[in-house]
């Protein structure tokens, strides 16, 4: 007779979930035991870690990715990536040991106390199986819940003494849909009044890029000759930062946001929220007379609209029933707005004062960054200096990536994680990731995991000695003399070293080239620390 483990990795092979990341522990060893072959185990070296690298796989490979951490005291530190995974919308089964069945009414040492609720609210479903037979069919229930729109992270906790007891062959595996298509009713009324506009907006978010809409967004564009912007903070860049339509990213605060919008009567809000606002700029939400226009495929997020007229269905769906019927107009092509990407980056003299500036950095690093690299970014205060330089100019699809939570410690392993799925799809694009000095201590020891598979990764860490971007905060709050801003004495290219890393610093133009060049060069991971020049500059751009 089989048991639940048999029955569970057999699932798990036919649900196509054959990589687990982990970090293990005493209850999860049990469901570890004699680990298949024909699956792949990636060991990070912390929970948060985990995470990170299974929310940049699954975004890789377009598909679920299982993550094992160690009950109770695990998930406690993988919850800051878990909550990013929930505002990135990646699917994983995160799963947590439990302590045997027999002793949790006396809550022996590592128990998963109130195993349930400890992941909420960022989780799409959390449960722990009422008996042992039931973990085939837990694990079936998360996979469908982790893909349905929107999709997300679950959790499974598991008790130790589960995976051995004997079950019948249960057949569980079935299928579910992963797409909601629009309300035809709703489609033709939001394209009568998309027709009706006299000078519509669009606002595109990262749903777009999850459902496959690049060249449907393009299409949508191009046929009204509407101005595109990214909605605020969007993680995932769904449309082409080079097209004559791209206007920029909005500004995440009211005011400023109300006035970017400012001449059009119509807002057209597809695959983003409306709006994600941080910090707080008095003003008006729209300018006056202008409605609103929303597609996204989440319920929660249509109902916290702040303004307008919400339509829930898959991005890619909607377009392709708007675009027969929303005709088309003149291009009339994009005003140029503040954080508008220029063409190519002004060069950068050898000789130029040191440190370089971030713009400066990025530059160099532009006249050497393939066409096809992924760049992930995780220096908050050099956001706008990079997106004005080719490197940061978003022209393909799936090839750019922040975090949607704002949380630090996920751009590290989500970048590991990316470069593992490039060499499991044969992609094999290089994967550069921008992360600040004080962005790199947490979640550092993700290299190491790179380093062991082998992973395609730069960093590039930029050293400023400070939080940049907690300093533009105490300008715009006016808080003079906050504490623990500045951060002397990092040794970024030891600690590069320390986990097995190719580090070296750098720090004029020929260096920054050459470290480039052979970390472009290494199939493995490199770590570049460049001193930069402090970046204190306006939150919202003037």
């Known amino acids: 007779m089989p048991s639940v483990r048999d029955v569970t990795f057999e699932l798990l092979r036919r649900l196509d979930l054959t990589v687990v990341v982990g970090n293990p522990g005493s209850t999860e060893e049990t469901f570890l035991k004699n680990f298949p072959a024909d699956f792949t185990y990636v060991l990070a070296l912390q929970e948060s870690s985990v995470v990170g690298i299974a929310d940049g796989l699954s975004q890789g490979l377009g598909k679920p990715v299982v993550v094992n951490v160690h009950t109770g005291a695990g998930m406690g530190n993988a919850m800051g ?53 039931d973990v085939p069919g837990a694990f079936m229930r998360a996979y469908a819940m982790a893909v349905q729109q929107p999709t997300g992270p679950v959790f499974l906790s598991l008790p130790l003494d589960d995976w051995d007891k004997d079950m019948d062959a249960r057949d569980v595996w079935r299928t579910v849909s992963t797409r909601h298509a629009p309300d035809p009713a709703r489609i033709e009324d939001f394209a009568a009044r998309i027709r009706a506009s006299a000078n519509p907006v669009l606002v595109y978010g990262a749903d777009l890029s999850r459902s496959q809409a690049w060249d449907a967004g393009i299409a949508l564009a191009e046929a009204l000759g509407a101005p595109v912007w990214l909605g605020p903070f969007t993680e995932r860049v769904p449309f082409p930062g080079n097209h004559p339509l791209y206007a920029g990213v909005l500004p995440p605060a009211v005011g400023p946001l109300g006035q970017a919008l400012a001449g059009h009567d119509l807002v057209i809000v597809v695959g983003a929220p409306v709006f994600r606002y941080y910090p707080w700029v008095a003003g008006e939400t729209l300018p006056a007379g202008t409605k609103l226009l929303q597609i996204i495929d989440d319920p929660y997020e249509a109902a916290k609209s702040v303004c307008g007229d919400s339509l829930v269905a898959d991005s890619l769906l909607a377009l392709e029933a708007l675009l027969p019927k929303v005709g088309t107009r003149p291009a009339r092509g994009a005003a140029k707005k503040p954080g508008r990407p220029a063409a190519a980056a002004a060069p950068v003299p050898d000789d130029a004062p040191l440190p370089l500036t971030p713009a400066q950095i990025f530059a160099v690093l532009s006249e050497l960054s393939p066409a096809d690299c992924i760049v992930v970014n995780e220096s908050p205060s050099n956001m706008r200096e990079l997106a004005a330089t080719p490197l940061g100019v978003v022209t393909r699809p799936d090839s750019s990536y922040v975090m949607a939570s704002g949380g630090l410690g996920w751009g590290m392993p989500a970048a590991v994680g990316l470069a593992l799925a490039e060499a499991r799809t044969g992609r094999n694009r290089p994967v550069v990731a921008v992360i600040g000095d004080g962005s790199f201590q947490y979640s550092l020891q993700s290299i190491w995991t790179g380093v062991q598979h082998k992973a395609h990764v730069v960093f590039v860490v930029l050293r400023n000695e400070e939080y940049g971007i907690l300093k533009a905060f105490a300008r715009l ?35 920054i080239r050459a470290a480039f060049a052979a970390a472009l060069a290494f199939p493995g991971v490199s770590v570049i620390e460049i001193a930069a020049a402090q970046n204190v500059s306006d939150l919202i751009p003037q």
């Not at 809550?107 to 722990?128: C, G, R």
């Not at 801003?485 to 070296?504: C, E, M, N, R, W």
């Open 81 to 133: 990536c878990i909550l990013t995974a929930y505002l990135n919308k990646t699917p994983l089964i995160i799963t947590a040991g439990q302590q045997t069945r027999d002793m949790l009414l006396g809550e022996p040492f590592l128990t998963n106390i109130d195993e349930t609720l400890l992941p909420k609210p960022w989780v799409k479903w959390s449960y722990e199986p009422k008996r042992p037979q």
């Open 477 to 511: 709050e006016e808080t003079p003399g906050v504490p623990g801003l500045d951060l002397p004495g990092l040794d970024i290219t030891s600690l590069g070293k320390g986990y097995g890393a190719v580090a070296t610093k750098a720090a004029n133009p020929a260096q």
